[in-house]
């Protein structure tokens, strides 16, 4: 019901812009979340947008650097990712929590109801 794509292989300081296509009903109302895994690392979180899309909530490596946006009248959610560093390199994974928006929530995966696959972005020095 989520789908991310969008990643691919940059070159540090380069920009990806990942994209996620939810249906209507996983969309409606649900505050849309971006994570992250790096190989061997736990799942985090990076950025959220509230189903306004009035409010959003950086991590804090993403801040500055990343743009989380969202239309939903085409149901996407995409992260604007500019000066790209290596340690950026991970899975990228949008997720949808139809809860209210709670910031203490934001963070935790297990807040997020809907996943998508996930979308590899490779960032190299």
């Known amino acids: 019901q989520l789908q991310a794509s969008g990643g691919g292989s940059v070159q540090a300081g380069g920009s990806l812009r990942l994209s996620c296509a939810a249906s209507g009903r996983t969309f409606s109302r649900s505050t849309i979340g971006w994570f992250r895994q790096a190989p061997g690392k736990e799942r985090e979180f990076v950025a959220a947008i509230s189903w306004t899309g009035g409010s959003t909530y950086y991590a804090d490596s993403a801040k500055g650097r990343f743009t989380i946006s969202r239309d939903n009248a085409r149901n996407t959610a995409d992260l604007q990712m500019n000066n790209l560093k290596p340690e950026d390199t991970a899975v990228y994974y949008c997720?949808?929590?139809?809860?209210?928006?709670?910031?203490?929530?934001?963070?935790?995966?297990?807040?997020?109801?809907?996943w998508g696959q996930g979308t590899l972005v490779t960032v190299s020095s």
């Open positions: 997720a949808a929590d139809g809860a209210a928006w709670i910031t203490g929530r934001l963070k935790n995966s297990n807040s997020y109801d809907y």
